[in-house]
């Protein structure tokens, strides 16, 4: 059975409930965690989280991906805007992978409109908090089951 999904999140998401709440609400990266845990078992899924502020480290952990998971859910924060070394990274794991936003990238600074994983991704939620999360396990096990 295809069902076990890694959860990753990027750089500066690890101090969530000290970032700004306009944006990210108050929650933090552990309550956001244990919602998460309750979204995937719900649908039928396993998770497990990595989370680092060390591209390489992240891009590393990449590279292992094939090997822990059949799907990835990515919040990659700042990097989504920018790094293109963990774009080639994601093309290299090669599993089904959904981007997620806690808030609006699109109605925030234009350099946040920019993904460089557009085109590899299957899908993107964004602007949804941490509901967004669950939308996004939801995407991830439909592709899990047709493929
Ligand atoms: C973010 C949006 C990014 O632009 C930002 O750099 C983050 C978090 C979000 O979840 O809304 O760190 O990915």
């Given at each position: 059975?295809?069902?076990?999904?890694?959860?990753?999140?990027?750089?500066?998401l690890d101090t969530l409930g000290r970032r700004?709440?306009?944006?990210?609400?108050g929650i933090t990266l552990q309550e956001l965690e244990v919602r998460i845990k309750r979204f995937a078992s719900e649908l039928g899924?396993?998770?497990?989280f990595f989370q680092s502020?060390?591209?390489g480290?992240?891009?590393?952990?990449?590279?292992?991906?094939p090997d822990l998971a059949d799907a990835a859910l990515l919040n990659a924060g700042a990097w989504t805007h920018y790094s293109y070394a963990i774009r080639d990274a994601l093309e290299i794991a090669a599993v089904p992978v959904v981007e997620v936003h806690l808030s609006d990238v699109q109605s925030?600074?234009?350099w946040r409109?920019?993904?460089?994983?557009e085109g590899i991704v299957a899908g993107v939620v964004s602007g949804e908090g941490p509901d967004g999360y669950r939308k996004?396990?939801?995407m991830l096990k439909a592709q899990l089951d047709g493929g």
């Open positions: 059975m295809r069902n076990r999904v890694e959860v990753l999140h990027g750089v500066n700004d709440p306009e944006h990210y609400g899924l396993e998770v497990r502020n060390h591209e480290e992240f891009v590393e952990y990449l590279h292992r991906l925030r600074e234009p409109r920019h993904s460089v994983f996004a396990l939801a």
